[in-house]
């Protein structure tokens, strides 16, 4: 007999229900310049700080539940060294792993993802030619597309799409593009607020709101983060499915550990 | 031991390679007829859509090889849901080994539940040696938006939405609906006994 099938509509099958769920998920995020991590980081517990490798394992060990790897590199000689270090990571680093930047064909996707990488994320090339995510998602599957946004809220109140890296404004709103997207295959937004981006005044709850209830698939929530009440807001007030930071991961103001505790004990369900 | 990684256009293969790596296993990734049915142990990986794997599979014949293995065989993820009779994923008929039909997540509230669920989350009430030293409720790795009901084959479950199958098992195949290829020891262990567990 199967005690999963007897459980079921008893007591112990309720009880475990709503013990038992998906978490929600803390992102550091590393930027990569030719193969090395640019934005600057404080550990002494680690000999190369510059090392992307070294840097993934230690979130990885501290209990971060996915990583992001952008690639800003500028050149395309220089994405070889994109492939060799996604090996590398995939290698060293047991929990899944996103990377982006630059990316803009399939045969782009098919090399990271040979080479071990989890997820995708494309932003502009995906804005450029929107065709990409039905092709990515065709060939393999809406859940390793990541459709990356970096938005800016204007005078006018609503927010607006930006491209290259968030220089480049235009005139469409950030929820209609997602939706777009996620028609067309994105399996995951990763949504970075520009007024919100290295302001530590926490998440920009609103659009990542909007977003998180309107669309059927997982937000990612970027920019802003500060504090461990940023982080239950925008999981509480937000509805984010994730959340996203960088500066503060990497200048030890907020532990992962710590973080994770807290957003326990306000019940916001995590993996400890 | 002779390990054999059933070789296809599948995502997944290398990081299942390094996973094994690290609990210091070799196997052979492979698509060769001869090699996979002689192997002890046989790793059915897979990231990817359905279709598009069940054309690959087909026109190499791996669709018959597979389904005539009687040595344990362990399907991950999309490995996993292409050992069932039919996924609505692109409408695809899969290999059969399992009666049971893939479907597609049916949120009853967007903003509680997304598609496809992506994170981690508890396997619970854990059946077979597969799952031997693994603790209840321990947290796995999920990427999907398919996935197969409860019923007599369950040998581990998730909840999402409902609670659903996270394993299952028949005869000598194996399936597993998370990753265990990722996160350090519920996953080692879940490989681990596969390879050298009396299973």
């Given at each position: 007999m199967n005690d999963a099938i007897n459980l079921n509509g008893t007591d112990a099958a309720i009880e475990k229900m709503s013990q038992y769920g998906l978490c929600k998920r803390i992102i550091p995020c590393l930027d990569i310049k030719d193969g090395r991590t640019v934005k600057g980081v404080n550990f002494e517990n680690i000999r190369d700080a510059g090392d992307p490798v070294e840097l993934g394992s230690l979130y990885a060990e501290q209990g971060a539940d996915e990583l992001v790897f952008l690639d800003i590199t500028a050149t395309i000689e220089k994405r070889k060294t994109l492939s060799e270090l996604v090996h590398r990571i995939s290698h060293k680093i047991n929990i899944p792993f996103t990377v982006g930047g630059g990316i803009s064909s399939i045969e782009d996707v098919y090399l990271l993802l040979q080479n071990g990488a989890d997820k995708i994320s494309v932003n502009t090339s995906a804005f450029k030619n929107p065709d990409l995510l039905n092709g990515l998602s065709r060939e393999f599957g809406s859940q390793c597309v990541v459709l990356a946004i970096d938005t800016k809220q204007e005078e006018d109140g609503e927010w607006y799409v930006y491209l290259n890296g968030g220089r480049t404004k235009t005139e469409t709103k950030c929820y209609d593009w997602a939706r777009e997207a996620v028609e067309r295959g994105a399996g995951e937004i990763l949504l970075t607020s520009k007024n919100n981006d290295g302001t530590k005044k926490g998440f920009a709850l609103d659009i990542t709101q909007l977003l998180s209830t309107k669309l059927p698939v997982p937000v990612i929530a970027s920019g802003g983060g500060g504090s461990v009440q940023h982080f239950i807001d925008v999981f509480t007030e937000g509805k984010a499915d994730a959340a996203l930071a960088a500066s503060i991961f990497h200048f030890k103001e907020i532990a992962i550990p710590d973080l994770k505790q807290a957003l326990q004990l306000h019940d916001i369900k995590v993996r400890l | 031991m002779k390990l054999a990684i059933i070789k296809y256009n599948a995502g997944n293969i290398r990081s299942v390679l390094f996973a094994l790596d690290r609990i210091g296993v070799t196997a052979t990734v492979t698509d060769d007829i001869e090699e996979i049915a002689s192997a002890d142990r046989v790793i059915f990986p897979g990231v990817g859509e359905a279709s598009t794997a069940m054309q690959y599979l087909r026109e190499r014949k791996l669709d018959q090889v597979i389904k005539g293995l009687t040595q344990p065989v362990l399907g991950v993820c999309l490995g996993m849901q292409l050992m069932c009779r039919y996924s609505e994923e692109n409408d695809t008929n899969c290999?059969?080994?399992?009666?049971e039909e893939v479907k597609k997540f049916d949120s009853p509230s967007i903003s509680q539940f997304k598609i496809p669920q992506i994170g981690w989350n508890n396997i619970y009430d854990l059946k077979t040696p597969l799952f031997a030293s693994v603790a209840n409720g321990s947290f796995c790795y999920f990427v999907h938006g398919y996935y197969a009901a409860l019923g007599e084959h369950t040998i581990a479950t998730t909840n999402y939405i409902k609670p659903y199958s996270a394993g299952l098992h028949k005869n000598k195949y194996y399936r597993v609906h998370f990753h265990p290829e990722k996160r350090a020891k519920p996953a080692q262990q879940i490989l681990q006994n596969f390879i050298s567990g009396d299973i």
């Open positions: - | 290999l059969g080994i399992f009666d």
